[in-house]
């Protein structure tokens, strides 16, 4: 079987999806649960439960964050290159409070002190909500497109800076994001905790999960009908060298929405991310944590999906030089890189999978003060 | 022009960060393995202190493991953030062993780190051990893809420059996975690891031992410490070996510099052992040499000569001037495709694409560019002679007194005198932070012995840099030191908590409300 680079694209275009929603659905439920943190727990005994519910797994949720980045790394090299320097101080935040979490985990409860432990508590809320907030903004970002141009070899310039980022409609992106993984984070508690800790934490997730409709709702109405979308004008080869500057592109309000008319099934991803958010609030709101949960994954899904179909073929358009924009069909590596690293996932994902269920499954169960008392090894 | 400040900052960024990064992983795969083979005992004898010592080292692994695996994050960002055109020039290689390393090394190891913490009482005895040597297989094919990567930067094999898409391609991806440059530097490395983490479970049962506590705790480490050390410490020393050996072949210049040899002498040359090399005056004075000894070592024989740094330079500047034409005509090729003169003539030279680019940094006309010019980035490809010539001498210096250091012990334990001799427990003490020492300028070495260049006679170092304000990687550099300051304070801080506390005091210790807990912790 040989497959095409036309096709090779469109794949690693699903896999980029899936390897976000991983890192959206794993390490999202992580960083929901540094979000509620502090509001769950308000004593050392249940911070510690909260805490020693994602204590044997952050580590391995991780990875997908890494691994997403690696594949953007591998697969998109252009769209690694502009959207990691583009958007420089930025990701030096996402950074920063990507190294606290884990460290945060591991040390807090190695010391005693009060002080020592409610400063680690509000570092890892930092930790979960700073990403949770830039991610979604710099997904706001692309929808709007950045302020940047290749020259003729390829080197790239940027005319932006932090604050540029924060345009209202991406701060409303980045809320959807926050909200979306506060409900996933709530549901995640929810589902492996009991008592006062559970109870608080459907309440905070199950509004989290109505904001997540509200700004959802918000921001799908402002792409359509605020926001410009991008358009290729005339015909590009799918199956050429990566070249982005062999294009023209237009950019028209609603054109965000042209999939959605020509392909009327993409709809399934908006309706998706509605649906998962109604779920997960009435799932915590009548204490069934195990459909809050397929609720509150399900929307994670939705939406991350809506912003891809809404894009696709752009992954991150230009509006400072519009034929700059990079796509599926010219942002790629060489169809020989693509081959590779599709084999490669192909036989690596399953095992990742396998192992991983067999890890959630030897931590089945709910944890309690008592199973983190009796546990000499717990944080 | 490329602002050199921008360089400057983005290289320093990049050197701390990635030598604060290097503090945690050598630890991490040296005490991953001793883990294994701890547990391993454990295991096959049913004997609860080889459980004891499992646990108790295993805590300080995960105190410094954290610290190894949130600062890798770093790394893989920055090559996007501060080296976006690297990036995108290199991507279609480098990007895949990264990649890869993320789905079979770097998952194992984060899941299966915490069923080690997390499994004793959940898992069986076997499938706890299970879990463990996965871990250690983990962390240890980490460090395979990213020496991969790396090697592909001394030593870029099986890639071609597309002029379409303006980079470097694949062409022949078994010669990135098997590239000997690559092999070499993976045996070296985790060699490195492993006495580091041998040293370390030397350095602290000698505390236990000296202040006379934990005894058979401490002897039976030390015991698998001094013969895992002795076989490590060998293994570094020989494959260190291997790799000037590799080196020599496709890095000429680095050997050079190293050796601060400034003209190619007859051949077999001599080794300089002690010497100040002065790149201006280009001699090194006060030199003491010890014949042949280098020309053995470089070419594996007494006839092959090794270049040296004015002959290199030469022949460089030959290459510069073959660079231009191919930087030219792939100008012309970027606007006009079809162009079948430009089309030939870059085929003949592209060879040398990277040479032409070392211009850039005095023009932005490569073309144009005055023969002072090209004399000044002939120059440009020697790396700095006198850091590089000291470091790699202190390491090998290093090198050698680890094998001394883990033979001796090897002896005592098998005399079973590891406990008698107070000096030896002193030594192994303050021999701690040698192997990390030892590790930084290994790196040194390598990476700083690699400039001018990014990937070696490919993308020169100021080419890869993004476009992004000077004062952004100022903000980020400052961010950077002050808070891995602070972590590295809390770091230790917890590891000496905890080396104090010992193997009867680690464990249970989240427990508020432990009065002895507290106590032993001084609060």
């Not at chain 1, 797994?57 to 591998?74: D, P």
């Not at chain 1, 199956?239 to 965000?256: F, H, I, Q, Y």
């Not at chain 2, 003490?429 to 700083?448: F, I, N």
């Not at chain 2, 680690?506 to 508020?512: C, F, I, K, R, V």
């Amino acid at each position: 079987m040989t497959l095409d680079y036309e096709s090779l694209r469109v794949i690693w275009w699903l896999l980029l999806g899936v390897l976000l929603t991983g890192f959206a659905v794993m390490d999202g439920f992580d960083l929901g649960t540094g979000i509620l943190l502090p509001f769950v727990g308000r004593n050392d005994a249940e911070r510690r439960v909260v805490i020693n519910t994602v204590g044997p797994v952050w580590e391995g949720n991780q990875v997908w964050l890494i691994l997403g980045a690696g594949a953007i790394f591998a697969a998109w090299p252009l769209i690694y290159a502009v959207a990691f320097s583009g958007f420089y101080l930025a990701m030096f935040l996402v950074l920063c409070s990507l190294i606290l979490r884990p460290v945060g985990f591991k040390y807090r409860s190695k010391m005693p002190g009060k002080t020592w432990r409610s400063s680690w508590d509000w570092l890892l809320f930092v930790g979960g909500f700073v990403p949770a907030l830039i991610f979604g903004v710099a997904m706001g970002n692309a929808l709007e497109g950045a302020p940047f141009r290749f020259d003729e070899t390829m080197r790239m310039s940027y005319d932006g800076n932090l604050f540029g980022l924060l345009s209202p409609y991406a701060l409303v992106c980045g809320l959807v994001s926050v909200a979306m993984l506060t409900l996933h984070g709530g549901a995640y508690l929810a589902l492996k905790t009991e008592g006062i800790v559970a109870a608080r934490a459907s309440r905070l997730g199950a509004f989290a999960g109505i904001a997540l409709i509200v700004l959802f709702a918000t921001a799908g109405a402002w792409t359509a009908y605020g926001i410009e979308g991008y358009r290729i004008v005339g015909t590009l080869a799918h199956d050429a060298a990566s070249n982005p500057l062999a294009k023209t592109v237009s950019r028209a309000t609603g054109a965000w929405l042209d999939n959605y008319s020509t392909m009327p099934l993409t709809l399934a991803a908006p309706a998706l991310g509605f649906i998962g958010a109604m779920l997960g609030v009435f799932g915590l709101g009548s204490a069934k944590p195990i459909i809050g949960f397929i609720g509150s994954t399900t929307a994670v899904v939705g939406v991350v999906a809506t912003a891809g179909v809404s894009m696709f073929p752009f992954i991150l358009p230009s509006f400072l030089d519009l034929s700059s924009s990079l796509t599926v069909w010219d942002a790629s590596s060489s169809k020989t890189t693509l081959v590779i690293m599709l084999v490669a996932a192909l036989i690596f994902v399953p095992i990742i999978l396998a192992y991983t269920a067999y890890v959630y499954n030897v931590v089945w169960g709910k944890v309690t003060t008592k199973t983190v008392e009796a546990d000499h090894m717990s944080y | 022009m490329i602002d050199p400040t921008l360089v400057e900052l983005s290289r320093a960024q990049f050197g701390i960060t990635a030598l604060y990064h290097f503090l945690f992983v050598p630890l991490t795969l040296g005490l991953s393995v001793l883990l294994g083979i701890m547990e391993s005992v454990y295991v096959m004898t049913g004997r609860p202190i080889w459980r004891e010592m499992t646990r108790y080292w295993g805590v300080l692994f995960g105190i410094n493991f954290v610290m190894g695996v949130s600062t890798g994050i770093t790394m893989e960002f920055q090559f996007g953030t501060n080296w976006a055109y690297y990036s995108h020039y290199v991507g279609d290689i480098f990007g895949a062993p990264l990649a890869i390393e993320g789905l079979m090394a770097f998952f194992l190891e984060a899941t299966f780190v915490g069923m080690f913490f997390f499994g004793w009482d959940r898992m069986s005895k076997v499938a706890h051990l299970c879990a463990t040597w996965l871990l250690a297989l983990g962390t240890n094919l980490s460090a395979l893809w990213i020496l991969i990567a790396n090697g592909w930067m001394q030593n870029p094999v099986g890639a071609v420059f597309n002029a379409q898409s303006m980079r470097m391609e694949v062409s022949s991806f078994s010669d990135v996975l098997f590239n000997p440059v690559a092999q070499s530097k993976f045996v070296h490395t985790v060699s490195a690891g492993y006495v580091t983490g041998s040293m370390f479970v030397m350095a602290i049962s000698a505390w236990f031992l000296l202040v006379g506590r934990n005894r058979e705790f401490a002897r039976r480490s030390m015991t698998v410490a001094a013969s895992f050390g002795l076989a490590s410490a060998l293994s570094v020393v020989v494959l260190g070996d291997e790799s000037g050996y590799t080196a020599s072949q496709n890095q000429r210049m680095k050997i050079a510099a190293i050796e601060a040899m400034w003209v190619t002498e007859p051949a077999p040359a001599g080794f300089t052992l002690f010497g100040f090399p002065d790149l201006d005056a280009r001699e090194t004075h006060m030199k003491i040499e010890i014949p042949w000894l280098l020309g053995l070592i470089a070419t594996r024989s007494t006839t092959e000569e090794v270049p040296g740094i004015e002959n290199l330079v030469q022949e460089n500047k030959g290459r510069i001037e073959s660079g231009m034409l191919a930087y030219g005509s792939l100008l012309t090729l970027r606007s006009h495709p079809n162009d079948a003169e430009a089309k030939s003539l870059f085929d003949t030279h592209v060879g040398d694409l990277g040479y032409g680019m070392l211009l850039r940094k005095y023009t932005d006309h490569v073309l144009d560019a005055t023969p002072a010019q090209i004399e000044k980035a002939a120059w440009d490809t020697v790396p700095d002679v006198l850091p590089l010539f000291w470091s790699f001498r202190l390491m090998v210096a290093l090198g050698m007194f680890f094998i001394g250091f883990f033979a001796y012990a090897f002896r005592l334990s098998a005399k079973r005198q590891l406990d008698k001799h107070r000096w030896f427990l002193k030594l192994a003490l303050v021999s701690l932070p040698l192997p990390w020492l030892s590790s930084e300028l290994g790196w040194v070495v390598a990476e700083y012995g690699r400039q001018p260049w990014t990937i070696d006679g490919v993308l020169p170092t100021f080419m890869s840099v993004s476009s992004v304000p000077a004062t952004n990687v100022w903000l980020s550099l400052i961010g950077f030191i002050v808070f891995y300051s602070v972590l590295a304070v809390v770091e230790l801080y917890l590891m000496i908590k905890y080396v104090k506390l010992g193997p009867e005091g680690a464990y249970g210790l989240p427990e508020l409300g432990r009065d002895d807990r507290a106590a032993a912790l001084g609060e």
